[in-house]
């Protein structure tokens, strides 16, 4: 039996309201670690900031993958070369 429409847009509803509530709970985690950080001391432009974020983000996954392929991570050191391309 197909489900109605308007039992689906429900569904979108509630789940819309979880992915609203785990990215707060994701946010709020970040910036606490971020202000332990000392980063909420620091003035920097916020396109900025996020380009700085994606680089961190892009670090750990890349950890992962080499961790789950055998390989040892790179180390995740402050200063240390962003990627590949560094210094190119």
């Known amino acids: ?6 039992r689906i ?3 979108i509803a509630k789940l819309q309201e979880q992915l609203r509530q785990a990215e707060t709970r994701e946010a709020e985690r970040i910036g ?4 332990k950080a000392g980063l909420g001391e620091i003035e920097v432009d916020e396109p900025e900031l996020q380009s700085a974020f994606e680089k961190l983000a892009a670090r750990f996954r890349e950890a992962g993958r ?14 240390a070369p962003q ?6």
């Open 1 to 6: 039996m197909k489900k109605p429409s308007s």
């Open 9 to 11: 847009r429900e569904e």
């Open 32 to 35: 606490r670690i971020a202000l």
């Open 66 to 79: 080499t961790a789950v392929q055998g390989r040892k991570a790179p180390p995740l050191t402050p200063g």
């Open 83 to 88: 990627g590949r391309n560094e210094g190119a």
